[in-house]
């Protein structure tokens, strides 16, 4: 009676919860259906009201619930006046229901809608959320909830929290500033290192270090998000739960960039991951990365109540709910990050780490040994055990693999997931022939693009998979930034200290200069994204497809490819402009991942002027040639002659970030600049600039015993950062003089 009573309870409390969201299921025998509406709306979660995105009118988006077998219907509707999408994250369906517009399923067009379909095979936490342009920043996700056909653990109710960062900025915006390299947002977290704070704290050497790198310094994240909220609120509470109440919390990191760390009071265990169970384990602490699930049972203690706390890595902010009422239970308050320890201790640190040794053969060789060690029963009558050489081989495998697994672990050890273990053995048939794909994570931070193997997405073709065999996919991490790397319509393991018992996930998160290997059955048909879940550096490059090579689906004849291969070669504009009582300058910038165009005019009130234009092409991460003109007055001190010439060259950025720029001139002069600006406490900049221009006559054809001509120029200055948009400026020239003025960036 007792079981039939809380059954009964749990089933109005989830019936309650779906109406309070504005969001009731058709039901016709096993069939689920669902009709939500994507409309633009205006919200205000800091105090400024801004347009949004909503699902159903609400943020996130409701929680659809299945029961594990049962067939899904959704109906989406686009009232915007912008196409959209819908990615079902996590779930195993068939290929043109994955939602991913112009790769396997077509855009949601403005007025339209668009049936989903598609059977529920397994159960678990998962989520959905756009997969158009940055349309998941600003509202457009929510939580799905499948239960199984038996509830197999001992709990009470559910409950779906969903995390996510908001920002007041448009996200284009956002984007758009990372691109243009602005410490605005590390200013605004509070988060960066100024050549005063290493000084102060003994770091000097590790700053310069890192400089000479060409690394700006240390950082967990990109954005300053102005709110953290779960359940679309800084601090819900729910106080229906009782003292003794076992509550599954389904967790979502739905953020578009912030990875969290998850606390919770009292007694709890973790017991899923990434919608699949895990054998139970309690962690004073989860680093929750961005578009993973997790699941904990939570028992309400006697004092009525218990926090969940998760903590923006970055130390920048957090969020908080409370379940039940009463006296609560506090979660573990994180420490702050100390950046100076960071910064300390990268410097310290060969740059490269394990990266240093030849990546693909060690993962082969600790590859081979697992397999030899689980399947030992199989492969050892292939060998002669009383061969010496063949002992010695596998020492030398078992010490290579130890060796790297060693420094992996010493850099990134609180990011290992080897906590999580399967409760059944998740090996891949050793027979498969297995197909070893190596793909270093690659980007350059100063420029914003982000890259695989050093190529973003549209420069690269499929890659390619055949049904049948084992991939096994080698993810070695050569940037300073986490990557949460998910891959559509699968679920693949994470290699890890289980072994036999390594855990499924669809998102694995792979740390700062370490490398995970995940492997997957390849048992799919036709072509599936897999990308980086920042949301900003998925737009970026950070993608590539995995593709069974089938035919391309009839139904998506009318929606090319290249709408979304293309994407990282947007174009992106920015410009800044100084007014000062010596001087005004404007700088206009357009760019994408290899091309820029720039113009840039200075002219100052003692009728000095300098205006430039010119085309670069980048051919690698720090080195780029440019053509343009130019134009100056020759006078000093006056605009009756101005010269315009022709200029072609090269820039290379040097370690310490000093810009140089060797070029030559239509006149055939040479000349050389170099250029830096670096930061020297936390809102002032330190500027500097020195040209030299020669003139060896070889325009003129001078007598070989003419002296040369020199002129330079040279200027020092400094900036104090008010805001994203607005600095003061102080400067001196020798073409203009001394002042000081307002820079403003747009």
């Known amino acids: 009676m007792k079981s039939v009573v809380l059954n009964l309870i749990a089933f109005l409390f989830v019936i309650n919860i779906i109406a309070q969201e504005k969001i009731i299921p058709e039901i016709s025998g096993n069939t689920v259906t669902y009709r939500i509406t994507i409309d633009e709306k205006m919200v205000n979660f800091t105090g400024k009201e801004v347009e949004a995105m909503a699902v159903n009118n609400s943020i996130p988006a409701p929680t659809l619930t299945f ?39 077509p855009p949601i067009l403005p007025g339209k809608t668009h049936k989903f379909e598609f059977p529920l095979t397994h159960s678990g936490t998962y989520w959905y959320h756009s997969h158009t342009g940055l349309q998941e920043q600003r509202g457009v996700y929510g939580a799905i909830m499948i239960k199984p056909k038996k509830q197999k653990l001992d709990y009470d109710y559910d409950l779906t929290l969903v995390l996510s960062d908001w920002t007041d900025e448009k996200p284009y915006s956002v984007l758009k500033n990372l691109k243009r390299n602005n410490e605005w947002y590390a200013i605004k977290r509070k988060t960066n290192v100024s050549l005063a704070n290493a000084i102060a704290n003994n770091a000097l050497g590790a700053q310069l ?57 009292g007694k709890q265990m973790l017991i899923a991951s990434d919608g699949v169970d895990v054998v139970p384990v ?14 904990y049972i939570v028992t309400i203690p006697e004092s009525g109540a218990v926090e969940v706390r998760a903590t923006a890595q970055d130390g920048s902010g957090f969020t908080s709910a409370i379940l039940g009422s009463g006296t609560i239970e506090k979660a573990k308050v994180l420490p702050p990050v100390d950046y100076i320890k960071m910064l300390k201790q990268m410097g310290n640190m060969k740059m490269g780490g394990s990266m240093k040794m030849d990546e693909k053969m060690s993962m082969k060789k600790e590859m081979e040994m697992e397999e030899m060690l689980m399947h030992k029963k199989d492969s050892m009558p292939k060998m002669k055990m009383n061969d010496k050489h063949q002992h010695h081989k596998m020492d030398m495998m078992k010490s290579d693999s130890t060796k790297m697994k060693g420094m992996n672990m010493q850099m990134n050890k609180e990011f290992s997931y080897d906590y999580l273990k399967s409760p059944v053995k998740t090996t891949i ?33 499929k890659i390619k998979i055949k049904r049948g065999e084992k991939a096994r996919i080698t993810l070695n991490n050569k940037t300073m930034m986490h990557h949460p790397m998910h891959l559509h319509g699968h679920f693949f393991r994470v290699v890890n200290a289980n072994g036999e018992y390594s855990p499924l996930k669809h998102t694995v998160n792979v740390p700062p200069m370490g490398s995970v290997t995940i492997e997957f059955d390849a048992n799919e048909t036709g072509d599936w994204f897999f990308h980086c879940h920042i949301l900003y550096h998925a737009k970026a490059g950070m993608a590539r497809i995995f593709s069974y090579g089938d035919p391309r689906d009839p139904r998506m004849a009318n929606y090319p490819l290249k709408q979304l291969t293309k994407a990282d070669q947007k174009i992106y504009t920015w410009g800044e402009t100084t007014v000062a009582s010596h001087m005004a300058s404007l700088e206009l910038v357009a760019t994408n991942t290899y091309n820029q165009f720039n113009v840039d005019a200075q002219y100052g009130w003692n009728k000095n ?11 690698g991460t720090f080195f780029r040639a440019y053509i343009g003109i130019e134009a100056e007055n020759e006078v000093e001190d006056s605009l009756d002659e101005i010269t315009t010439v022709g200029r072609a060259g090269v820039r290379w950025l040097l370690p310490f970030f000093i810009d140089s720029d060797l070029g030559i001139d239509t006149q055939l002069r040479p000349q050389i600049q170099f250029s830096t600006a670096i930061p020297i406490f936390n809102r002032v900049e330190l500027q500097g600039m020195w040209q030299m221009q020669a003139d060896f006559g070889w325009k003129n054809d001078l007598p070989a015993d003419t002296n040369w001509e ?26 203009f003089g001394a002042g000081g003025g307002l820079t403003v960036r747009f």
Do not use: C
Not at 611 to 619: T, V
């Open 710 to 735: 020199r002129e330079y120029i040279w200027s020092v200055g400094a900036e104090y950062i008010l805001g994203q948009y607005f600095s003061l400026s102080a400067s001196y020239d020798n073409r």
């Open 209 to 265: 270090k890192l400089w000479s790198k060409r690394m700006p310094g240390v950082d967990i994240s990109d954005v300053a998000f102005d709110a953290f909220l779960i359940n679309g609120k800084p601090a819900p509470t729910y106080p229906q739960f009782k003292a003794g109440d076992k509550v599954r919390i389904r967790m979502v990191n739905s953020s578009a960039a912030t990875y969290f760390w998850i606390t919770i009071g």
């Open 429 to 461: 048939h050793s027979e498969l022939p297995t197909n070893e794909i190596t793909l270093n994570l690659t980007g350059n931070m100063l420029r914003y693009v982000w890259s695989l193997n050093g190529k973003v997405l549209s420069e690269v073709d």
């Open 282 to 295: 309690h962690r004073d602490k989860v680093l929750h990365a961005i578009a993973e699930t997790y699941d």
């Open 609 to 619: 002027v300098e205006i430039g234009a010119d085309y670069e092409r980048y051919l």
């Open 67 to 105: 029961t594990e077998g049962q067939n899904a219907v959704i109906y989406v509707t686009n009232n915007m006046k912008v196409e959209t999408s819908v990615h079902w994250h996590g779930l195993i369906l068939p290929n043109f229901q994955d939602g991913v517009p112009y790769l396997n399923s």
